[in-house]
């Protein structure tokens, strides 16, 4: 795996851990090693549960100690064994000669603090600067990270700023002492696809300057093949591949790893159903392209049909004052958007954050009241609606959130989500309840024995596949995907576009498709609006944008697809 005389910064040897349950452990890692050489970046790829985020956690000396039990093996940072330090020695260690960039950037700034404030913290706890001088540090740590108006970032609470520029924050908190490895844990993940590009190109610009090691965990394979050196393989808790990357990408050994590079959707070829790492695995998948004819030939039926959905000059403003005296300021989230949807179709909608995506998808589903414009719904302006027929609407109009664990209550089983929305409308009543959610959810691929469940005791896919069910179960004629696969694995978000695509088929559904990952949106879509600062820059068939943009912008979206595989 590694070039002879190449030098370690870190050794794993023969890590085994395993979480301590009741009666019983359950063995998370099965004697992994690797290692990772000086300023070099190696990736760790695979599947949720395959034991990516174990490792990195082992590494940092996070595993909650009551819990985790390390059953065997080593891990070396510079020749000294980890496992062997105390919490203190530990804890002196994080942030300074090894930092991680954690996946989910909200979650980890502190809410209550000035973003500059938290980068301070980190500097004077490990007296890199003294108090006199941590302003200017911080801010030559943002203009490193090339966050816009530094000044003003500092001053900001993490609410304040976008994804793309907390993210910047946190990368700018985990080099701020000049660590020697930084562990990046999915730093990409739901990002707009030009934000994703400059988050990467700004850690390999960081990696080369500062001569650090990098760990990156990520489940975007293209990603990985653009940015690393080495790629390890994880599947269930072993490492069942590794090499050089453009060993890994170009002649892979292992049937698992084939599986994993062919379950991304591809942007030069339209299959019928994606392959799932299963149905390679198990030899079950069979290729079928849809071919031009049958395409033009599904256009033809949809689009000689009235629209589902018309918007009709759709604006959304917002007004603020900065002083007691001053005028209103006007900011347009969404400004004078037109567009059709017909039935049977999947409309994509694509833009970088702050464009106006979710706005507009908030106005459709009457979340938020649109300043000017119409909305019609088969017909009918719906923006005028009275509180009885807007709730009569909802059974027809329903949105797949990007986040199901946060949309699903976890103090409610299964069984509980689904009756609600069945019960609210008086669906039906008494016995056939309980066989409509039953039927529902054997539909998305869960059982009747998940009923009782609650949403923490299932994987990522699993929860999604609640959160469709819960849109389905009142069997809409319009289903708003809002970022509904951007946070899944290659393989499970294959299985979860696959379940969406035979829904429509099944029960004529039509889709508004909203997500920044652009071969997603061109894989799944018939039409295509593309969106920036509120309009619609370009609109068409998904196919001819993706072949032959007309707009800068839409050119520069492209551009910034991960070209790798």
Do not use: W
């Not at 923006?383 to 986040?403: M, S």
């Amino acid at each position: 795996m590694l070039e002879k005389g190449s030098q370690h910064l870190l050794k794993v040897q023969n890590l085994s851990i395993s979480f301590d349950k009741p009666k019983f452990l359950v063995p998370a890692l099965h004697g992994i090693s690797f290692s990772i050489p000086q300023n070099e970046i190696v990736a760790i790829v695979g599947e949720s549960g395959s034991g990516k985020s174990i490792t990195s956690l082992a590494i940092m000396g996070l595993l909650p100690k009551s819990a985790a039990k390390i059953i065997s093996g080593s891990i070396l940072f510079l020749g000294n064994s980890l496992l062997d330090k105390s919490s203190k020695e530990m804890m002196a260690m994080r942030g300074k000669s090894i930092s991680m960039i954690f996946q989910e950037p909200m979650s980890a700034l502190n809410p209550s603090m000035r973003c500059g404030k938290q980068v301070e913290e980190i500097l004077l706890r490990h007296q890199i600067v003294g108090k006199k001088e941590a302003r200017k540090e911080v801010l030559h740590l943002f203009e490193q990270v090339r966050l816009p108006h530094p000044d003003r970032i500092y001053t900001s609470y993490p609410h304040e700023i976008s994804g793309g520029q907390k993210q910047r924050v946190m990368i700018a908190m985990a080099i701020a002492c000049k660590p020697q490895l930084l562990i990046a844990d999915e730093p990409t993940t739901a990002l707009d696809v030009t934000v994703q590009k400059e988050i990467i190109d700004l850690l390999k610009s960081l990696q080369k300057d500062n001569k650090m090691s990098i760990l990156l965990i990520s489940h975007d394979l293209a990603l990985v093949s653009e940015i690393a050196d080495q790629v390890l393989v994880m599947y269930q808790g072993q490492l069942i591949e590794a090499g050089r990357t453009s060993q890994i990408f170009e002649s892979p050994q292992q049937e698992y790893t084939k599986a994993l590079i062919l379950a991304r959707p591809s942007s030069d070829q339209r299959l019928k159903r994606l392959p799932t790492v299963d149905s390679l695995l198990t030899s079950t998948f069979k290729k079928e392209l849809i071919s031009s004819s049958e395409r033009n030939a599904n256009h033809k039926k949809i689009y000689a049909q009235k629209p589902i959905l018309e918007v009709k000059n759709v604006s959304k403003y917002y007004f603020s004052k900065v002083g007691l005296f001053s005028e209103n300021r006007v900011f347009k989230a969404v400004n004078d958007v037109s567009f059709k949807v017909y039935p049977g179709e999947t409309l994509g909608l694509v833009g970088e954050s702050g464009c106006g995506k979710s706005t507009l998808s908030n106005a459709i589903t009457l979340l938020t009241e649109a300043t000017e414009g119409r909305i019609l719904f088969n017909g009918k302006n719906i923006t005028r609606l009275n509180k009885r027929e807007r709730r009569e609407l909802r059974k027809d109009i329903q949105i797949i959130f990007q986040d199901p664990f946060a949309s699903l209550n976890p103090r409610r089983s299964v069984e509980e989500v689904l009756m609600e929305p069945i019960r609210v409308h008086s669906i039906v009543s008494g016995p056939e309840q309980k066989k409509m959610i039953i039927s529902t959810l054997e539909r998305v691929g869960l059982s009747e024995a998940d009923l009782k469940k609650y949403p923490h005791e299932f994987s990522g896919g699993q929860r999604q596949r609640i959160g469709i069910a819960r849109a389905i179960v009142l069997n809409p004629k319009l289903v708003i995907c809002d970022e509904s696969v951007s946070a899944l694995d290659i393989s499970v978000q294959a299985q979860v576009l696959n379940l969406l695509n035979d829904l429509k088929d099944d029960y004529d559904f039509t889709y508004l498709f909203i997500s920044h990952d652009l071969n997603v949106v061109k894989y799944m879509s018939d039409q295509l609006l593309v969106m920036k600062d509120g309009i619609i820059e370009e609109q068409g068939d998904a196919d001819e944008i993706f072949n032959s943009p007309a707009k800068a912008y839409t050119k520069k979206l492209i551009h910034a697809i991960p070209k790798g595989l």
